[in-house]
């Protein structure tokens, strides 16, 4: 899966001109927490994130009155509190190297662009929701977390035998596990009673680390 089908296209931007505080009603108004910043020529020049206003805005315990905070506000423009340095990935950029540049980067949200245009920006939100998908935590099933050996045919026989029970595997998931040795599964399985799966497994795994049912959709 690449970014281009899962970002935000389109994306709300602001100019380096524009005042902080008509920034943050932007913000505020859109329900978002970062703004791609442009030039006068629509070049992307800057991002700048909620945390970035607040930290440029006075003190609520500051002594100056209303008429003095909303003077500064205006004096003050993006340009001055904008990150200049901006990461960015393309429309053919995998999800998951998208994810690890936020991870290693500290940071929440990545423009997209092309030919030098910002066609769209991916963000934690995208990924948690893909997060969501790619674990069915939406579905219903007997969800299962298996410490099995890191081993080739492990998952062929994990899945074969749940096939043999004629289970749907509507999500399958493989993670670090506690050494080289060995990895974590987490497998989501529909129309397969929870002891039943669980006694199929058993002959292939090293530990069953967590079985849960869900009943309702979430």
Same mark, same amino acid.
């Given at each position: 899966?690449?970014?281009?089908e899962?970002?935000?296209?389109?994306?709300?931007?602001i100019?380096?001109d524009?005042?902080l505080?008509e920034?943050m009603k932007?913000?505020?108004d859109?329900?978002?927490?970062r703004?791609?910043?442009l030039?006068?020529?629509?070049? @992307?020049?800057?991002?700048?994130?909620e945390?970035?206003l607040l930290?440029?805005?006075?003190s609520? =315990?500051?002594s100056?009155?209303i008429?003095e905070?909303?003077?500064?506000?205006?004096k003050?423009t993006?340009?001055?509190?904008m990150?200049?340095?901006? /990461? &960015?990935?393309?429309?053919?950029?995998p999800?998951e $190297?998208?994810?690890? *540049?936020?991870a290693?980067n500290k940071i929440?949200?990545?423009?997209v662009v092309?030919d030098?245009?910002v066609?769209?920006? /991916?963000? +934690?939100?995208d990924? #948690?929701k893909? #997060?969501l $998908?790619l674990?069915a =935590?939406r $579905?219903t099933g007997?969800?299962l977390?298996m @410490?099995?050996?890191? +081993?080739?045919?492990v998952? =062929?026989r994990?899945?074969?035998e *749940?096939?043999?029970?004629?289970g749907n595997i509507?999500? @399958?998931g493989?993670f670090?596990?506690e050494?080289? &040795?060995?990895? @974590?599964?987490?497998i989501?399985?529909q129309?397969? $009673?929870?002891? +039943?799966l669980v006694? =199929?497994?058993?002959?292939?795994i090293?530990?069953?680390?967590?079985v849960r049912?869900? +009943?309702?959709?979430?």
């Amino acid at each position: 899966m690449l970014v281009g089908e899962r970002m935000t296209r389109d994306p709300i931007v602001i100019h380096d001109d524009t005042p902080l505080d008509e920034a943050m009603k932007i913000m505020r108004d859109n329900k978002i927490r970062r703004l791609p910043v442009l030039d006068k020529k629509g070049a @992307l020049v800057g991002i700048v994130s909620e945390r970035d206003l607040l930290y440029a805005s006075p003190s609520p =315990a500051t002594s100056l009155s209303i008429y003095e905070l909303h003077y500064l506000l205006s004096k003050i423009t993006v340009a001055d509190v904008m990150t200049t340095k901006v /990461i &960015t990935v393309t429309e053919d950029t995998p999800l998951e $190297e998208a994810a690890r *540049i936020m991870a290693d980067n500290k940071i929440g949200g990545l423009p997209v662009v092309r030919d030098g245009k910002v066609v769209g920006i /991916i963000t +934690e939100t995208d990924l #948690f929701k893909i #997060f969501l $998908e790619l674990l069915a =935590a939406r $579905e219903t099933g007997v969800r299962l977390t298996m @410490l099995v050996p890191d +081993e080739k045919g492990v998952l =062929a026989r994990i899945t074969g035998e *749940i096939a043999q029970l004629g289970g749907n595997i509507v999500s @399958l998931g493989t993670f670090w596990g506690e050494d080289p &040795t060995n990895a @974590l599964v987490t497998i989501k399985v529909q129309d397969v $009673e929870e002891k +039943e799966l669980v006694k =199929a497994m058993e002959p292939w795994i090293v530990e069953m680390v967590d079985v849960r049912t869900f +009943e309702e959709s979430r």
